[in-house]
């Protein structure tokens, strides 16, 4: 299903299509340059504001164009550290955008390193089994400027929030595209959005400090690794083997680790980047000593940082976390390998902040009270 807004989304443009298209209508091109300065470095929410832009000009851009593709309907915060934006896009879809705030030091939480986690699609069709994303099937792929608007509306917010001494960048250290979705399934806009966000004219955000997730969609990784671009690639790697791997990804059927590991070694070597192999620890299922030892080989094999998150129940799901103890263990068995490895206890558990579980939940308030 493709969805096709009445008016194109500004932040879908680039600064050459968007000056073809200011030629098309008659202004000069130069006026794209301003346009764009306005949307990403003074990063104003309406026409009204770019105050340099002749009025009839503005007025042909609004015509043209829809500058508010997301809309911010809720807000959940944990302890200070997660804020979990519930967007509305202009087809009545909800996404999910995620804020993580990294506590640090000396500094007050308002100057801590955040990231900012994004969504690529309404729902997913790639039914991990533990996941509240592909729970109600996938909907639609997020266009590249819906991709783009999260990240818009993110500053917004932070920038409301926090005064800076140079407002013209933004407020977050690192993107990761691990929202709603699987990001390669929606390849083309996902770059198309990437390029916008790491253009001079654009957010200006450097390439290194994004990160891809993926459930493992070879063809797509390998594509990825021919990219002039240097994005960091994070894999869900979630079982050692394809019998436990299978379990809980459907993908795996589709792309055994055979395939998948020699993708992500690709991928490493061409980037030279080091990859992230994500693995959520669930009880009984996939958190057995076992799956340790294998996992380890894999990560020294591929030169991978592991990173554990311990499950976040989900409604309507039967998987539960492993105790301090048996995450405790599977930590050890990895750090005796000598693989790298760290353990992300969730900060955002009291928010549904596994992917999609906000929106999920929220589709069904609105369900039952006929919203
Ligand atoms: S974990 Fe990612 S790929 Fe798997 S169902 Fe959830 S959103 Fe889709």
Redesign the pocket.
């Known amino acids: 299903m493709k969805f096709v807004p009445e008016k194109k989304p500004i932040y879908e443009e680039t600064l050459d299509s968007l000056s073809e298209r200011i030629a098309e209508g008659g202004e000069k091109p130069f006026r794209a340059k301003q346009v764009m300065e306005w949307l990403y470095k003074k990063r104003v929410g309406s026409w009204d504001e770019m105050t340099n832009l002749p009025k009839s000009f503005r007025e042909w851009l609004d015509n043209e164009y829809e500058i508010a593709p997301a809309k911010q309907v809720l807000m959940k915060q944990a302890g200070d550290v997660t804020d979990k934006l519930l967007l509305q896009l202009g087809d009545g879809s909800l996404i999910e955008t995620v804020i993580i705030r990294v506590p640090q030091e000396g500094v007050g939480l308002e100057h801590s390193r955040k990231t900012v986690c994004i969504s690529t699609?309404v729902g997913?069709?790639?039914?991990?089994k533990?996941?509240?994303?592909?729970l109600d099937g996938w909907k639609r792929n997020l266009s590249a400027g819906e991709i783009v608007a999260q990240l818009l509306q993110v500053c917004f917010l932070e920038d409301a929030r926090t005064p800076r001494a140079r407002p013209e960048i933004p407020s977050f250290d690192n993107i990761v595209v691990?929202?709603?979705?699987?990001p390669l399934?929606n390849y083309d806009n996902l770059l198309a959005a990437l390029k916008i966000v790491n253009a001079d004219w654009g957010l200006n955000f450097g390439a290194r400090r994004i990160t891809v997730?993926?459930?493992g969609v070879v063809p797509q990784i390998k594509r990825l690794a021919e990219e002039p671009f240097q994005f960091r690639l994070a894999i869900?790697l979630h079982g050692a083997t394809n019998e436990v791997r299978e379990q809980i990804?459907p993908?795996n059927k589709r792309w055994p680790l055979e395939e998948l590991l020699p993708a992500a070694k690709q991928f490493s070597r061409k980037q030279g980047r080091m990859l992230t192999l994500e693995y959520i620890l669930i009880e009984d299922i996939n958190d057995q000593l076992e799956q340790a030892e294998r996992l380890a080989e894999i990560a020294l094999d591929l030169r991978a940082h592991v990173n554990l998150i311990p499950y976040n129940t989900v409604e309507g799901l039967p998987w539960k976390r492993p105790n301090i103890l048996r995450q405790d263990r599977f930590v050890s068995v990895l750090k005796d390998r000598g693989a790298s490895v760290t353990i992300r206890r969730e900060k955002g558990h009291e928010i549904n902040a596994a992917?999609?579980q906000l929106r999920l939940q929220t589709e069904k308030e609105l369900r039952a009270t006929g919203a």
């Open positions: 699609q997913c069709a790639f039914g991990c533990f996941c509240a994303s592909g691990m929202g709603m979705g699987e399934a997730s993926t459930s869900s990804m993908i992917c999609g």
